[in-house]
């Protein structure tokens, strides 16, 4: 396991893809983790071919887990718990999982302005209580358009609310600090995810309403700096 | 009834004063309302010491929605069923009621980082729930920082997501922009007040996590202009 390897599970879709370009760009070696290993393998080339020299591979999602402490679970919602299932018995304690799902009623048929109740809270608490004891679950980047993230020339221009256990959601924070116009700010406990995720739906509603596919951000006013 | 006239139910409160001071000092005539008549008379000689010609009245808050078409509910979420059940007679309409209310947890005895399920989904759902038929429901000012709102030299620098029928909720964004710093931004339907008011409690938790007492607010980048 490389320490600075950044596993992305739903790689190959659009945010997750996103990140990676971001990630391997600030020169972290990156794995692309998907169902399919020869989607994976693909967008490990993109990732390449975007950014010269970039550290990427692409693998199965399970192998992509093995390769790095820090993995990022990019699925839709309805693939969340299924995808962590399937990787479970991979992770171990010096793994981080990053959740940026939300909940959205897509999931069920239904809009992506709209959520559906998760039992435990938010995706981030039903990912949390699926994970083996010991490993430690930070919600972040839900709110992070994926399109943004993918033009590489521009900063990002979002703040990224990164909630869970203190230790990890430091270094998530950090991590949000290696992508030009991203800021990590301190979410406090996980359960605060819920609150984030939320913001993704009325995000999608702005979006349409004043017709910005680039994707709208967040930002707090008066943070310290 | 004035048609210029913003009534402010539980006007005596930090964020519901706040508002009246920023509205009567663009210029529009405020009507403070209290469940204690007295409370809200001082409340109006405070509007009137700190916004020299101040239009402003401080009355029961029954007789305050008599005065204008525009009703700015600022109560504790636990008082909110019983102040609309106590006005709504005198609710017409031709009354635009705005819910800034949030379900915190402090209503049940809990934090203020936590908000407490709505059976309607919201605080502004509930509001809607409750109004004579014909009565218009906008959500609005739920995250803007009541000590900023009371500084009256400086700018507030937070986005108002206004949420609600079309033609209210354009009312009431032409009303955040009386406010230096307020933007309206068109949140769309009522339904997405859930969203909206849990970023307060989240912001609450900012504020205490970062130690800012005036308040974080939320700007939304990338917004046409």
Request: with cysteine; hydrophobic share 45%; aromatic share 4%.
């Amino acid at each position: 396991m490389n320490p600075n390897a950044i596993a992305i599970l739903g790689g190959t879709g659009d945010q997750g893809l996103g990140l990676a370009l971001r990630f391997a760009r600030a020169g972290r070696p990156v794995v692309i983790g998907s169902r399919k290993l020869d989607r994976a393998r693909a967008a490990a080339d993109e990732v390449r071919a975007a950014v010269p020299g970039a550290e990427v591979e692409g693998l199965d999602n399970a192998d992509a887990v093995a390769k790095g402490p820090i993995v990022i679970l990019s699925v839709p919602f309805e693939h969340t718990a299924g995808t962590v299932k399937a990787v479970k018995e991979r992770l171990t304690a010096a793994h981080v999982v990053v959740s940026m799902g939300v909940p959205l009623a897509t999931a069920i048929g239904d809009g992506a302005v709209r959520t559906v109740g998760v039992w435990q809270g938010s995706c981030a608490e039903l990912v949390a209580s699926l994970v083996p004891e010991g490993v430690q679950v930070v919600s972040a980047f839900q709110n992070v358009s994926a399109h943004r993230l993918r033009e590489l020339a521009q900063p990002v221009e979002c703040d990224v609310v990164v909630s869970g256990p203190p230790a990890p959601r430091k270094l998530v924070m950090a991590l949000c600090a290696l992508v030009p116009g991203l800021r990590g700010v301190d979410g406090g406990p996980l359960a605060n995810a819920r609150y984030v995720e939320g913001v993704t739906a009325l995000l999608i509603g702005l979006n349409a309403r004043y017709k910005v596919p680039e994707g709208i951000g967040v930002r707090f006013t008066g943070l310290p700096d």
